[in-house]
């Protein structure tokens, strides 16, 4: 049947199982908007405050469910407005599809009005990125996208369409991806392409070295890294850990890939590490990373990061073998496909008397209680006390997001939604209207800093506006918490340009936006507050007044080796 672009576009989605679509129209894009207008009822549209948001909500709504995020924007500002929610994504591998509309064919190179080559501008922080000059490629071109955001190593994928071809007619062919796969035209186009659509097999002499490896260990240390989370190898992560008796240190981004309630969870490892993860690599003799890639934050001094141990590094991605740490053994691989088949060739161990040595250090930071103002450690404490334990915690960037991964211990993949890799300040409320659109029966906490908050808090009206009950904390400290902190142990107390002392009233902000609005002192009032909004069907500020200087404990300065920790 013959469909317009505007149509086999939606259609293409719906193929896709998309169900939500963060976005924002424009003049290049309303030939989709007007389609998507008879697609109500089946495909539900969150219209943001901000093309940015919607990337971030996207974000979150992928990684808290699993599924491909997407999200639509006009040409222009409006495409170049998703570069930081793209670059998020990628650094994370997130799978999003962002779809934005062009000038026409006829008119693109010639400086028109809101052009922008937003598949240039892209190119480095996309697995790919389309430019669909003929609506006769269009629904093979959505469906390869589709295909290479959620296979593989995920990652964002990017589709942009001039508006004469969403208005120009084709032929149209639906395609059930779960029957068909990749047959026809859309297998051609999979089998001339340079990606890599599936993850590859592991070797299996490969997965036998390793498990010899393990046999011949006396001090062996896991690392949870965020290829675990991706792969929703949770399930066979904690099985392998508990037969080979290892502990078990989290990276950020491994956060819900193995229960942080697990006695082998030695806690966070790198930078504002634990002392027992920090101690542990350092002394380990066997390391096995799973799906982590040896970023600045964990391996901070690489060339005596593990220096006793034999390095081995399980990834889906062969680029990121040897990037960053030389290995003495690597498995090329999915993290899932790799540990099932490391469980049907290892037998149980016991290291009882390696985990003593480890867990003679601190796992989790004490942080001090303090009579006369309300601490970090108090607000969390309540708040893992008070919600649910399945709920969904997203974050900005900063002091509150460390406090918070030290703090909470997560339970699954997805759980945690935070930016780790590219750090993005103003992430978390987009982050949390994407995870609380995908997760409708779940409480979703959104933590954040005055600093980061004053970033996204237009987004206020989006949640308000589709009654997302979100409940945000706000540790509000006057300054930018993490910087400052780096000021005062680094830069000789100059705190240039980090003090907050100006507007604005985020309770009368929120309550600006129709929503509830707090302001907290103490621990009494926090908690009332915080069962309020756990009660209240619309979304919550809770403004939480914290001590400007104080700090996320421990921390290892950048190009350190790991144990020379500046603060306990």
């Known amino acids: 049947m013959r469909m317009t672009g505007a149509k086999i576009l939606m259609e293409c989605l719906l193929e896709q199982g998309v169900d939500t679509i963060f976005g924002y129209p424009g003049g290049t894009i309303l030939n989709v908007y007007d389609e998507l207008y008879n697609y109500e009822g089946r495909v539900r ?50 799978p999003i599809v962002c779809i934005t509309c062009n000038v026409g064919v006829d008119l693109i190179g010639k400086d028109s009005f809101q052009e922008v080559d937003i598949t240039g501008v892209t190119m480095p922080i996309t697995k790919c990125n389309y430019l669909v000059r003929s609506v006769d490629d269009l629904a093979d071109t959505v469906r390869e996208a589709f295909a290479i955001a959620r296979s593989g190593r995920p990652g964002p994928v990017l589709l942009d369409i001039p508006k004469n071809v969403t208005a120009e007619s084709a032929e149209y062919e639906p395609l059930d ?20 659509f599936k993850a590859p097999e592991p070797d299996y002499k490969d997965i036998d070295k390793l498990v010899e490896m393990i046999n011949a260990a006396k001090k062996p240390l896991l690392i949870c890294g965020g290829g675990v989370v991706r792969s929703r190898a949770h399930w066979e ?8 008796d290892a502990p078990v240190a989290i990276t950020l981004m491994g956060a819900g890939g193995f229960r942080g309630r697990n006695k082998l969870t030695t806690g966070m490892i790198g930078m504002h590490g634990s002392q027992a993860s920090n101690m542990a690599v350092d002394a ?71 985990k003593k040595y480890v867990f003679s250090f601190p796992t989790e930071t004490v942080y001090d209680q303090v009579a006369d103002r309300l601490t970090p450690g108090q607000v969390l404490s309540s708040i893992a006390r008070i919600l649910p334990q399945d709920t969904i915690v997203t974050t900005d960037v900063g002091q509150h997001q460390i406090w918070a991964a030290q703090h909470f211990h997560f339970d699954y993949p997805g759980q945690l939604v935070t930016s780790g890799g590219f750090g993005t300040m103003g992430f978390g409320l987009g982050a949390a209207i994407g995870a609380q659109a995908g997760n409708p029966d779940k409480i979703v906490l959104h933590v954040t800093g005055d600093g980061s908050f004053r970033m996204n808090c237009n ?73 309020a909004a756990l009660e209240s069907d619309k979304g919550s500020v809770i403004d939480v007044a914290v001590y400007m200087d104080e700090m996320v404990r421990p921390m290892v300065g950048g190009g350190s080796h790991i144990t020379e920790f500046m603060i306990h």
Request: proline content about 2%; hydrophobic content about 35%; aromatic content about 8%.
């Open 284 to 354: 380990c003799d066997l390391l096995i990373a799973v799906g982590c890639r040896f970023s600045d934050r964990v391996a901070l001094k690489p060339s005596s990061f593990a220096q006793n141990a034999k390095i081995v590094q399980i990834d889906i991605d062969r680029s990121e073998i040897n990037k960053n740490v030389q290995t003495d053994h690597h498995i090329i691989g999915d993290a899932k496909r790799v540990l099932q088949l490391l469980l049907e060739r290892i037998e149980q161990l016991d290291h009882s008397e390696w």
């Open 459 to 531: 987004e206020l009206a989006t949640e308000s506006y589709y009654k997302l009950p979100i409940i945000t904390v706000l540790f509000n400290n006057g300054t930018l918490g993490m910087v400052r902190q780096w000021q005062t142990l680094i830069y000789k107390q100059h705190y240039s340009q980090t003090t907050l002392d100006r507007a604005p009233d985020f309770v009368k902000l929120a309550e600006a936006y129709g929503l509830n609005g707090w302001r907290v002192h103490n621990v009494e009032d926090f908690e009332t507050a915080l069962k």
């Open 177 to 196: 991806r779960h029957s068909h796969g990749m047959s026809g035209k859309l297998g051609e186009l999979m089998k001339r392409s340079s990606q890599n």
């Open 237 to 244: 992560f904690e099985t392998f850990a508990n037969k080979i």
């Open 45 to 94: 549209h969150i219209l943001t405050a901000h093309e940015q948001g919607a990337c971030h909500a996207a974000d979150g709504y992928a990684r808290s469910t699993g599924k491909v995020g997407v999200c639509f924007a006009t040409s222009g500002p409006g495409a170049t407005n998703l570069v930081t929610g793209i670059a998020t994504a990628y650094m994370d591998s997130s």
